[in-house]
């Protein structure tokens, strides 16, 4: 099998390069190469200082194009497949993250192209009798360690506000509303906490809390994430408008529609550059890449947690290898044409 490592890139909406991740670091290539003939595009680890020597040096076969590195029979990326690169994909399999839920056009972009996609985002797996997302987990986390920073620095520089209030003279601290108790919310949670903020995590028992609980919060974080599909609209406009004045919304899941009402994308090369929500008071930060500001922490995750996976379809085949690792079935959710995701099918 031939397998291509591609050079992301990804623009904001002033047309800026935002995305600086790889998807496999040279020293996990080292453990593919054995079984695979491993082609890398260009450039592709450059952003975080893997240059294509360091590939080569790894056990790469060669450093290729970016048009080139769409004809191997196995394509890995980090984001979204471009518009433009789904009529260069030739009836092979295309692997990353997708969220083909956010995107009518690019969905059907897809099913025309007659490529197969496996989707990092949707590959399940049970845990403590909950689902768990093996492959987003470590791009969950880092998103929430991410955005806690984020807040702690945003409740500085626009209120001259430290969130965790001083205890010492009865201060009050911010309060924080999570919805969500995946593994975004759940650090995000521990987070806030040992920062001091005063936290409520809300999941779908207890839905009936929320309006109460955003009611006077600085903080919103949406993370409700439902295999393959957008997420509800559960923190409404009305919500919001019930939070502190001035404070900051963050829809982590943003790239599969977002779960607050008005919520629109923003960029990591303007972290406290940010715009009111219309017809609220509070600010949005709504990058659809946050892990991509701690890019060779989150490169080097997200590689270590997709290479077995890779690894088995390399040994296998898509089609064994889905058989016999139902994970990696979840994945799938287009093939040939066809989509075959329960979570896509309902969009």
Same mark, same amino acid.
């Given at each position: 099998?031939?397998?291509?490592?591609?050079?992301?890139?990804?623009?904001?909406?002033?047309?800026?390069?935002?995305?600086?991740?790889?998807?496999?670091?040279?020293?996990?290539?080292?453990?593919?190469?054995?079984?695979?003939?491993?082609?890398?595009?260009?450039?592709?680890?450059?952003?975080?200082?893997?240059?294509?020597?360091?590939?080569?040096?790894?056990?790469?076969?060669?450093?290729?194009?970016?048009?080139?590195?769409?004809?191997?029979?196995?394509?890995?990326?980090?984001?979204?497949?471009?518009?433009?690169?789904?009529?260069?994909?030739?009836?092979?399999?295309?692997?990353?993250?997708?969220?083909?839920?956010?995107?009518?056009?690019?969905?059907?972009?897809?099913?025309?192209?007659?490529?197969?996609?496996?989707?990092?985002?949707?590959?399940?797996?049970?845990?403590?009798?909950?689902?768990?997302?093996?492959?987003?987990?470590?791009?969950?986390?880092?998103?929430?360690?991410?955005?806690?920073?984020?807040?702690?620095?945003?409740?500085?520089?626009?209120?001259?506000?430290?969130?965790?209030?001083?205890?010492?003279? =009865?201060?009050?601290? /911010?309060?924080?509303? @999570?919805?969500? +108790?995946?593994?975004?919310?759940?650090? %995000? $949670?521990?987070?806030?906490?040992?920062?001091?903020?005063?936290?409520?995590?809300?999941?779908?028992?207890?839905?009936?809390?929320?309006?109460?609980?955003?009611?006077?919060?600085?903080?919103?974080?949406?993370?409700?994430?439902?295999?393959?599909?957008?997420?509800?609209?559960?923190?409404?406009?009305?919500?919001?408008?019930?939070?502190?004045?001035?404070?900051?919304?963050?829809?982590?899941?943003?790239?599969?529609?977002?779960?607050?009402?008005?919520?629109?994308?923003?960029?990591?090369?303007?972290?406290?550059?940010?715009?009111?929500?219309?017809?609220?008071?509070?600010?949005?930060?709504?990058?659809?890449?946050?892990?991509?500001?701690?890019?060779?922490?989150?490169?080097?995750?997200? =590689?270590?947690?997709? /290479?077995?996976?890779? @690894?088995?379809? +390399?040994?296998?085949?898509?089609?064994? %290898? $889905?058989?016999?690792?139902?994970?990696?079935?979840?994945?799938?959710?287009?093939?040939?044409?066809?989509?075959?995701?329960?979570?896509?099918?309902?969009?």
């Amino acid at each position: 099998m031939i397998i291509s490592i591609l050079r992301e890139s990804k623009k904001d909406a002033l047309g800026r390069e935002v995305e600086n991740r790889v998807v496999l670091i040279p020293s996990l290539i080292t453990k593919l190469s054995p079984i695979a003939e491993v082609w890398v595009e260009s450039g592709a680890g450059e952003k975080i200082d893997f240059k294509n020597d360091n590939y080569l040096k790894a056990g790469a076969k060669k450093i290729v194009s970016h048009n080139e590195a769409l004809t191997a029979d196995l394509v890995l990326g980090v984001k979204e497949t471009k518009l433009e690169d789904f009529g260069k994909l030739k009836g092979n399999i295309f692997m990353s993250y997708q969220h083909f839920a956010e995107s009518r056009e690019r969905t059907n972009s897809a099913l025309n192209s007659g490529a197969t996609f496996i989707c990092f985002e949707t590959m399940e797996i049970q845990k403590d009798g909950r689902p768990y997302f093996p492959c987003l987990a470590p791009m969950s986390e880092a998103a929430a360690r991410i955005l806690v920073r984020h807040a702690d620095w945003f409740a500085l520089l626009s209120k001259r506000t430290i969130g965790s209030g001083l205890s010492q003279t =009865g201060l009050k601290n /911010l309060r924080v509303t @999570i919805l969500g +108790a995946g593994t975004v919310g759940r650090t %995000a $949670a521990g987070e806030f906490g040992n920062r001091g903020y005063e936290v409520h995590l809300i999941d779908r028992p207890n839905l009936k809390k929320l309006p109460s609980s955003i009611k006077d919060s600085f903080f919103a974080v949406s993370s409700m994430y439902t295999s393959g599909r957008s997420p509800e609209k559960l923190i409404t406009k009305g919500l919001l408008k019930t939070m502190t004045t001035g404070g900051c919304v963050y829809p982590v899941d943003i790239d599969q529609g977002g779960g607050i009402e008005g919520a629109f994308q923003t960029s990591i090369l303007e972290p406290f550059d940010l715009k009111i929500i219309g017809g609220t008071e509070v600010y949005c930060f709504a990058p659809p890449n946050i892990p991509s500001l701690g890019a060779r922490t989150t490169s080097e995750a997200l =590689g270590s947690a997709i /290479l077995p996976y890779i @690894i088995e379809i +390399a040994n296998s085949g898509l089609e064994k %290898a $889905a058989e016999n690792n139902p994970t990696i079935k979840t994945g799938i959710n287009i093939i040939k044409g066809r989509i075959i995701h329960p979570g896509l099918l309902s969009c």
